[in-house]
């Protein structure tokens, strides 16, 4: 029998919803845009993915961007605007869940008893967790984050992830 922590060693895993929310808090911290590079720094990708993510949260209002000298991305709405749900759904509303059932023998009784049965399942938890990334806002996550940070006596220099911005032409962003 597999424990939960063996389970989730062989599941494909997928966390740009989680890459996100990293990215949006930093930048919640930040006191002007964030270019997608530095981003992409925070998140360990690619500038392009970074850009091709927060398209779709451009598109729900969340991030604007310019291009440019000193352009990057920017929050566009108040923290507190902003649930996990919706970031979620702005992403495409990814699969949450990455188990599925067994369709080798679609004709087979049992399996359709037992896919039945755990689509069921499946599909309640998915409520539930769409329910729950509803609740939390990313103003509660930032409080949280400096709550942390307090606690932990750090700065924000320390969880800055060489996001700094100087003068120079690397803050170009013209590629956003």
């Known amino acids: ?41 925070a998140m360990q990708t690619n500038p392009v993915v970074v850009r091709r993510l927060m398209a779709g949260l451009r598109y729900a209002g969340f991030v604007a961007s310019a291009k440019g000298h000193g352009g990057g991305w920017v929050l ?12 979620h759904e702005a992403l495409g509303a990814p699969t949450l869940l990455a188990v599925g059932n067994r369709v080798e023998s679609p004709g087979c009784i049992v399996e359709q008893a037992v896919n039945r049965a755990l689509t069921d ?11 729950r990334l509803g609740e939390v806002t990313l103003a509660q996550l930032s409080a949280e984050f400096h709550q942390r940070m307090v606690a ?4 924000h220099q320390e969880i800055a992830h060489d996001h700094d911005h100087n ?8 590629g956003v």
């Open 76 to 87: 566009s709405c108040p923290l507190a605007d902003i649930a996990l749900r919706d970031i």
């Open 1 to 41: 029998m597999l424990t939960s922590r063996n389970f989730e060693s062989y599941m494909k895993r997928d966390s740009r919803l989680s890459n996100v929310l990293h990215a949006l808090l930093h930048m919640a911290e930040m006191e002007g845009p964030a270019t997608s590079e530095s981003l992409a720094q």
């Open 121 to 131: 399942a499946y599909q309640a938890a998915e409520e539930v967790l769409l329910a």
């Open 152 to 155: 932990g006596g750090h700065s």
């Open 167 to 174: 003068d120079d032409s690397s803050n170009d962003d013209g």
